[in-house]
C-alpha cells in the first residue's frame, strides 16, 4: 500500500502554505547560498477507517484511540470516529442510521492518553476517522474483536488505516473452510470506484465482478472473494486499484479450523522485504508473496533470531514466478525464539508483495494471524490497546544496530506513563520486556521511536483474554508519518518581472 497518502499531501500543501510566510527573508548577498534544510512540521489533519469488525452475533469489540504528544502541534484539536453508511442499507431506520452515525463511537480528548468504546453484535458499522489540530500528528486506532465460537472465533484486530489508491493483500484464500471478504470504505463526499483483481498459483483469475466496484459516498461495502470468481485457491494475492476517489481496505479471513483475523496491505512492492515478530510459539507459518511486474524473482529467505541472521533450513531461496502467487510452507521456523523473516535478492532486484499466515496452538484451540511485509518504524510508530500480560512488543534490525525508545501512555482509565530503551545488534530480533504503565487501569498504548542506526521494523502481538486458548492477533508498526517535510521559502521578486 501506498503509504504516503492523498490527505498527507493534502496536510503538507496546508502547512507550505501557512509556514512558507514566516520562511520569508531578505535574500543575502553576502556569501553563498546558506538556506536551512526544510523543516519537518506535525500533520494538521489525518483520516483514519476502519472496517465492520463481524458478522457474529457473540462479537466484542473495542475500539483504542489515541495519539502521541508531538513537539511543535497545536495547542487545541478534536478528533472523532463515526458509522460509515452500507451499501446495503435501505430507507427503513434511516433516520435511526443518521442518528447513529452522528454520535461518535469514540471520541479523543488529550494527546497521551488513550481513549477506548465498545459495541457487540453484527450490526457494528465500518467508521470513518477525521482528526485536526493537536490530535492529528501519529493518531492511532486499533480495532480489536473477539469472537468466542463459529468461523473465525478468536482475536481479529487491525489497525485502522489512511484512505490510498492502491492495496496489495498476499495471503487470501478460496480454498474450501476458508470465508474471505475484502472490505471497502469511502471516506469522501464521492462515490469511489475500484476494481478487484485475484491472482493464484497459475496467474490472474477471470473475473467480471470485480471490475468498477462502486463504494457510494462516506459509505462501506465488503464482497465475498468467493463471489468474484469460482476458483478453489489456497493462496490468493488481491489487488485492489482506485479508478477514481479514494478508499481504505483490508480483508478479513475467516476459517472453520483455524480461526481468523484481518490481513492489512503489504507494503509497497519491494526487492528487500521484513515481516517482523512472528510469535516464537508458532506451530505453522506460511509465506505467501506475488511479484506484479513481468519478470519472476529469486528472493533468499532468512530469519533474524535473537542470535542473528539464520537461514531456514530447505528454504534457502523461493523463486516467484512473474504474475502468480507463491505460497511456501516454513513449518515452525521460529523454533521458539523470536523472529523476523527478512527477503533479499539472489541476484537482480524484482518488487515483490508478501506476507505470512502464522498459526499458533494444537489441534481444536489453533488460531491464526497475518504478518504483511511492512515498512520501517522510521521516526515513530504507535500500537493502541495493549493489555497487561497479553501483549508482546518484537524489534528488529535487520540491516544494522539500532537503538530505540519505547513509550508506554497512561492507561484508558488510569496509570503513569514508563520509558524504556533498548539497544539492537544487526541482523537480530527481540522479543522486549516492554514497559508497562505504573498503576494501570485499562488498556494502553506503545509508542516506539528510532533513536539510531536501523532501520528497525517492529510488531505487536496481542492475546486473547482466555489464557487457555492461542487466540491471537499481529499488527505490524510502520512509520505513523506524523511530521511532514516543509520547504523553507525565499523572497524572489523576479517572479514579478516581465
Not at 507550505?16 to 520569508?24: E, K, L, S, Y
Not at 484464500?173 to 493464484?200: K, M, Q
Not at 459509505?219 to 489487488?239: A, N, W, Y
Not at 521458539?336 to 499458533?360: I, N
Request: proline share 7%.
Amino acid at each position: 500500500m501506498k503509504r504516503t497518502t492523498l490527505s498527507l499531501i493534502a496536510c503538507a500543501t496546508a502547512l507550505a502554505a501557512v509556514t512558507g510566510f514566516a520562511a520569508v527573508s531578505a535574500p543575502d548577498d553576502s556569501g553563498p547560498d546558506t538556506a536551512a534544510p526544510a523543516a519537518r512540521l506535525p500533520v494538521e489533519r489525518t483520516s483514519l477507517l476502519c472496517p465492520a469488525p463481524s458478522t457474529s452475533d457473540l462479537a466484542e469489540t473495542a475500539y483504542t484511540s489515541f495519539t502521541p504528544v508531538t513537539k511543535g502541534a497545536d495547542d487545541e484539536g478534536s478528533a472523532a470516529l463515526v458509522a460509515a453508511e452500507r451499501a446495503d442499507a435501505t430507507d427503513d431506520g434511516k433516520d435511526e442510521k443518521d442518528e447513529k452515525k452522528e454520535k461518535p463511537v469514540v471520541q479523543p480528548k488529550t494527546p497521551g492518553t488513550p481513549v477506548d468504546g465498545k459495541t457487540t453484535g453484527a450490526d457494528a458499522p465500518a467508521l470513518i476517522g477525521t482528526a485536526e489540530g493537536n490530535t492529528a500528528p501519529g493518531w492511532t486506532v486499533q480495532q480489536t474483536t473477539e469472537v468466542a465460537a463459529g468461523t473465525g472465533r478468536g482475536v481479529q484486530g487491525v489497525n485502522c488505516t489512511a484512505p490510498d489508491t492502491e492495496f496489495w493483500f498476499p495471503g487470501a484464500s478460496t480454498a474450501t473452510g476458508r470465508t474471505d471478504y475484502v472490505h471497502l470504505t469511502n471516506p469522501d463526499d464521492s462515490a469511489a470506484v475500484v476494481d478487484i483483481e485475484l491472482y493464484g498459483k497459475d496467474g490472474a483469475l477471470k473475473s467480471t465482478v470485480g471490475e468498477g466496484v462502486t463504494v457510494p459516498p462516506h459509505g462501506s461495502e465488503s464482497l465475498l472473494l468467493s463471489t468474484l470468481s469460482d476458483v478453489k485457491q489456497t493462496d490468493l494475492t488481491v489487488h485492489v486499484g482506485v479508478r477514481s476517489g479514494r478508499l481504505g481496505a483490508a480483508v478479513q479471513a475467516l476459517d472453520d479450523k483455524t480461526g481468523g483475523d484481518w490481513l492489512t496491505a503489504a507494503a509497497d512492492p519491494a526487492s528487500d522485504l521484513v515481516m517482523p515478530g512472528i510469535p516464537k510459539d508458532a506451530t505453522a507459518v506460511r509465506l505467501v508473496l506475488f511479484t506484479p511486474g513481468g519478470t519472476d524473482a529469486d528472493l533468499k529467505v532468512r530469519l533474524a533470531s535473537p542470535s542473528g541472521l539464520i537461514t531456514p533450513a530447505g528454504h534457502e531461496t523461493v523463486h516467484v514466478k512473474a504474475g502468480m502467487t507463491t505460497g511456501v510452507d516454513l513449518g515452525e521456523v521460529t523454533r521458539g525464539e523470536a523472529g523476523s523473516l527478512v527477503l533479499t535478492p539472489t541476484d537482480r532486484s524484482v518488487p515483490v508483495v508478501a506476507a505470512v499466515r502464522v498459526v499458533r496452538g494444537k489441534g481444536d484451540e489453533q488460531e491464526s494471524a497475518f504478518i504483511p511485509a511492512s515498512e520501517p518504524v522510521g521516526a515513530r510508530a504507535t500500537a493502541a490497546d495493549n493489555r497487561a500480560k497479553h501483549t508482546t512488543l518484537a524489534l528488529s534490525a535487520p540491516e544494522g544496530a539500532a537503538k530505540v525508545k519505547v513509550t508506554a501512555s497512561a492507561g484508558t482509565e488510569g496509570g503513569t506513563p514508563a520509558t524504556k530503551t533498548y539497544t539492537l545488534k544487526a541482523g537480530t530480533t527481540q522479543n522486549v520486556d516492554a514497559p508497562v504503565p505504573a498503576g494501570l487501569k485499562g488498556s494502553y498504548a506503545l509508542t516506539v521511536e528510532t533513536v539510531s542506526g536501523g532501520p528497525v521494523h517492529a510488531s505487536r502481538t496481542l492475546t486473547g483474554s482466555d489464557d487457555d486458548v492461542a487466540s491471537f492477533t499481529v499488527q505490524t508498526l510502520p512509520d505513523d508519518r506524523g511530521t511532514v517535510s516543509v520547504p523553507n521559502a525565499d523572497e524572489d521578486l523576479s517572479v514579478l518581472q516581465e
